[in-house]
């Protein structure tokens, strides 16, 4: 999520600053006479849109490394059986790691 900020706000300060730069240096400009600065803003909002939206949902759908099948009701019940499985082992250690360090 934070990588999606850090990109939202950079193309927010760049685009806008292209087009302030045009509004204001160059307002003679044929790319500000011509309204192709609403096409730029249009491009922007079209990547915003795929930067917020399909990439995490395109994200959601792909197979998770973590776990490499799913955990049934009996292995989160019983913690000797969730701590064989060595992701979940290292999981709990690093926890307890980082609580008591």
Known sequence: MSYELIIFISMQIIVDLIVKYFMIVDPKAPIVTSNNLEYIMTFRGLFMLVVTAYLPL?????ANAIIPFPINEECIKTLEMA???PTSANFFYQYLETICG
């Open 58 to 62: 395109k994200a959601s759908y792909s």
């Open 83 to 85: 701590l064989l499985m």
